[in-house]
């Protein structure tokens, strides 16, 4: 991965923690969207096979 993706990525990753952060104060750390599609991740079972880091060069939609 190209030191401009990673650079991408880990803004993309700050906006999403900066975002979360200001939305604390009108909801709890574990309520909402948040909530729900944590536990969806955490709850699915694991792949079958790995997959190419290159594969996650995408953006969060990958995440």
């Given at each position: ?19 979360r952060n200001g939305n ?40």
């Open positions: 991965m190209s030191p401009e993706a990673m650079l991408d990525l880990a803004r993309q990753a700050a906006e999403v923690l900066v975002q604390l104060g009108r909801e709890g750390a574990w309520d909402g969207e948040f909530h729900d599609e944590l536990a969806d991740r955490l709850m699915e079972d694991p792949p079958e096979q790995g997959r190419s880091p290159h594969s996650r060069a995408a953006g969060p939609a990958g995440l």
